[in-house]
T-cell receptor, first 112, second 114 residues
Framework: DQQVKQNSPSLSVQEGRISILNCDYT??????FLWYKKYPAEGPTFLIS?????DKNEDGRFTVFLNKSAKHLSLHIVPSQPGDSAVYFC???????????FGTGTRLQVFP | NAGVTQTPKFQVLKTGQSMTLQCAQD?????MYWYRQDPGMGLRLIYY???????DKGEVPNGYNVSRLNKREFSLRLESAAPSQTSVYFC?????????????FGPGTRLLVL
């Protein structure tokens, strides 16, 4: 049973436009959400996170939105750059378990 | 400051063979983790260690053992490899276990079991 879902395996966006990556979760006890970025042959690297007490967190070109009632979060990248081409993983944690549950990932391709 | 290092980078095993995947971190982190990544499955936690001397099972621990050798090193052992263990294995570390603690990942070990 996949508690964190990324239903789009891939996304293709033109350079300069907005990339929107989506993530849905089923466990209402999740209270912290993170996005990781992964290039081929490398380990994932932390990108941005959000606590369940917030609905938005922004860091430069990256913004994460959380809609708790819909159990949905999204990552917005504006403007998208070719170097953003990677696989993006959404992850969630529940405070009393201290473990991250990852989604299956979305491959983003930003073309010129 | 190398961060999280893993050895080997790539390994081919025959069914039934054993091997140990090594992981070390130089960030003085207390917590360490082992994940596997399979196509269409994301990253799944195999085992983790909240601190030196402690280990706990994750989501998919069957067929694996771990050792937290010291604060820096956390190894993953396959006693009798099976084709189902063909995967990419990632080690990670964080300052502590806790809400929102960022995990830092190594580059991965690609394992093929024939």
């Amino acid at each position: 049973d996949q508690q964190v879902k990324q239903n789009s395996p891939s996304l293709s966006v033109q350079e300069g436009r907005i990339s929107i990556l989506n993530c849905d979760y089923t466990n209402s006890m999740f209270d912290y959400f993170l996005w990781y970025k992964k290039y081929p042959a490398e380990g994932p690297t932390f990108l941005i996170s959000i606590s369940s007490i917030k609905d938005k967190n922004e860091d430069g070109r990256f913004t994460v939105f959380l809609n708790k009632s819909a159990k949905h979060l999204s990552l917005h990248i504006v403007p998208s750059q070719p170097g953003d081409s990677a696989v993006y993983f959404c992850a969630a944690s529940e405070g009393n378990t201290d473990k991250l549950i990852f989604g299956t990932g979305t491959r983003l391709q930003v073309f010129p | 400051n190398a961060g999280v290092t893993q050895t080997p980078k790539f390994q081919v095993l025959k069914t039934g063979q054993s091997m140990t995947l090594q992981c070390a971190q130089d960030m003085n982190h207390n917590s360490m983790y082992w994940y596997r990544q399979d196509p269409g499955m994301g990253l799944r936690l195999i085992y983790y260690s909240a601190s030196e001397g402690t280990t706990d099972k994750g989501e998919v621990p069957n067929g694996y053992n771990v050792s937290r050798l010291n604060k820096r090193e956390f190894s993953l052992r396959l006693e009798s490899a099976a084709p189902s263990q063909t995967s990419v294995y990632f080690c990670a570390s964080s300052i502590t276990l806790g809400l929102g603690e960022t995990q830092y990942f190594g580059p991965g070990t690609r394992l093929l079991v024939l």
